[in-house]
């Protein structure tokens, strides 16, 4: 028999198979937001497989036997639906949206994407140059291009360095062996999750997963984690462009880490608004800028933090300096309580907001099953925010803004040009 579990706000199940089905109830709504997450992204690839995750995510959509990508496409349009699917570092999901009394047909669909996809010659192919052109349109959008430099040094030597996408090398080479070989591999029972959030009854939920995912095999999946050595280095990507990007940041929090309602605030306080201090110091008061903020990594195994700004390259010296004196001040000083009281807000009231989108709900019950973390209700999230006082948020301050450096850079620079700012 399925094993349940009743939580302050959801209900899960887990078959025989491995297979984990999650729901939270929303009667007020007509909608369902359903995702199939699949505990693999592009950490998880081998040199050969650099990019499998994405480029599985639109092959799946392209069917099975029994379905045509055309068949997926009209029968999902035909009920109003949406539909996509995104990959991270960590994992994958396939979602829909649509109507309560569309769900089966909605599900029907996913299983055939996940479980049995097709692998047509032909339309691997033609997802391929797809791919590329994803990869093209990325490199020519050169704010994009120092983040991935910006993950590739603070993630160096980690499985967390690669590109989700890959590169244009690694697809244009990868065969149709390599990418079912990763899907045999990565997706089955064990490693997935199907996580509703809306107008759906868990017990209805768990007996039509059961018929469409009961007798999908497959065995559970491992991570190699660790934690990177973060060493100060400058990614450059010498460009002649208008504005330069810049990325600066270093180690931060894990996913898990009890200090991560802290780390909000402080992020918030530091560029999270319009009312943070870089918005204001280099934007409204300065006008260097029409781009600044800052912005948290987290992962199982490690963390980030960074701050970007876009600006006319002979204003990067200023910004640059203007960065450095915040950091400085929010590490030695603190923040105020005024800005506690406001960041707070702010945050106390994101939450509060994004539970009366369904998807928001599944988004968060999917990646929590997955990455293996606690389910907070709404109002426990607020009592953990709560709780962050001044010390919780110098302390974290002093922790993560302290240590090395690193940056990812686009723009009309020369060599070394940047190093003084990650020393």
């Not at 029994?66 to 068949?71: L, P, Q, V």
């Not at 959008?141 to 991935?148: C, G, H, M």
């Not at 780390?263 to 608004?273: A, M, S």
């Not at 006082?389 to 301050?397: I, Q, S």
Request: charged letters at 25%.
């Amino acid at each position: 028999m399925p094993e349940k579990i009743r939580g302050s706000h959801y209900q899960l199940t887990t078959f025989a198979n491995g297979l984990r089905v999650i729901t939270e109830e929303m009667p007020w709504v007509r909608s369902v937001a359903v995702g199939c997450w699949v505990d693999t992204g592009s950490r998880d690839e081998l040199s050969n497989e650099a990019g499998a995750s994405h480029y599985l995510e639109h092959l799946l959509f392209k069917g099975s036997e029994r379905y045509s990508a055309r068949m997926i496409a009209e029968t999902f349009d035909a009920m109003g639906a949406e539909s996509n699917a995104f990959t991270s570092k960590d994992n994958t999901c396939f979602w829909a949206r649509l109507l309560d009394s569309d769900l089966a047909t909605g599900m029907d669909l996913l299983a055939e994407m996940l479980q049995r996809p097709a692998f047509r010659a032909n339309e691997v192919e033609s997802e391929r140059q797809v791919v590329i052109e994803e990869i093209n349109m990325n490199d020519d959008d050169p704010s994009d291009v120092a983040f991935e430099e910006f993950n590739q040094v603070l993630f160096a030597g980690h499985p967390l360095e690669g590109p989700v996408l890959g590169t244009r090398a690694s697809i244009k080479s990868m065969t149709t062996d390599d990418l079912s070989g990763y899907w045999a591999r990565r997706y089955g029972a064990r490693s997935t999750v199907v996580a509703m959030a809306g107008s759906v009854q868990h017990d209805a939920a768990v007996d039509l997963i059961g018929k469409h995912f009961g007798d999908w095999s497959g065995d559970g999946v491992d991570h190699v984690f660790a934690e990177p050595a973060i060493e100060p280095f400058v990614r450059l990507v010498n460009r002649d462009t208008e504005q330069a990007h810049l990325v600066l940041g270093g180690r931060g929090l894990i996913r898990g880490d009890e200090r991560r309602f802290a780390f909000d605030v402080l992020n918030h306080i530091l560029g999270g608004g319009m009312s943070s201090r870089l918005f204001l110091k280099i934007r409204e008061e300065r006008g260097l800028a029409y781009s600044v903020y800052s912005f948290r990594l987290s992962h199982t195994d490690t963390g980030g933090w960074g701050v970007y700004v876009g600006t006319t390259p002979e204003f990067t010296e200023t910004c640059m300096q203007l960065i450095e004196e915040e950091l400085s001040s929010i590490t030695s000083d603190g923040i105020t309580a005024d800005e506690l009281d406001r960041a707070k807000g702010s945050l106390r009231g994101g939450l509060a907001l994004s539970t009366e989108d369904p998807n928001s709900r599944m988004v968060r019950l999917g990646r929590d099953e997955l990455s293996g973390g606690p389910h907070l209700s709404v109002d426990e999230r607020i009592a953990r925010l709560e709780d962050v006082d001044l010390d919780a948020v110098k302390e974290v301050a002093e922790t993560v803004y302290t240590g090395s450096r690193v940056m990812g850079a686009v723009g009309p620079f020369e060599p070394g040009e940047l190093d003084r700012w990650v020393q």
